[in-house]
């Protein structure tokens, strides 16, 4: 069974940093590309950055040169480094992983809160 395990939200001041994790269990990110979404409140979700199997990498351009995807294989893990936080960066943020071509898993969301 798979499951994908978030930590590391929290509140932050405009302009600060967060590191959040996503530790994935029953499945390999090494193998498979994981993704961190975002949903700030009466929004639709949002992919915020992306790394695939090749270590390729994608970002959306509201948090380009701010935000950066990475992946520990050993700790099973894909974190993503938020720095320079706005307002606007407020919103659950949840790690998606797709395995193969029919399977598809979420997190369970972790809360991100910046204060102006």
């Known amino acids: 069974q798979v499951q994908l395990v978030e930590s590391g939200g929290g509140l932050v001041q405009a302009g600060g940093s967060l590191r959040l994790s996503c530790a994935a269990v029953g499945m390999l990110v090494s193998i498979n590309p994981v993704g961190w979404y975002r949903q700030a409140p009466g929004k639709l979700r949002e992919l915020v950055a992306g790394?695939?199997?090749?270590?390729?990498?994608n970002y959306a351009d509201s948090v380009q040169g701010r935000f950066t995807i990475a992946r520990d294989n050993a700790k099973n893990t894909v974190y993503l480094q938020m720095s320079s936080l706005k307002p606007e960066d407020t919103a659950v943020y949840y790690c998606n992983a797709k395995v193969g071509l029919r399977y598809e898993y979420w997190g369970q969301g972790t809360q991100v809160t910046v204060s102006s």
């Open positions: 790394i695939t199997s090749g270590s390729s990498t």
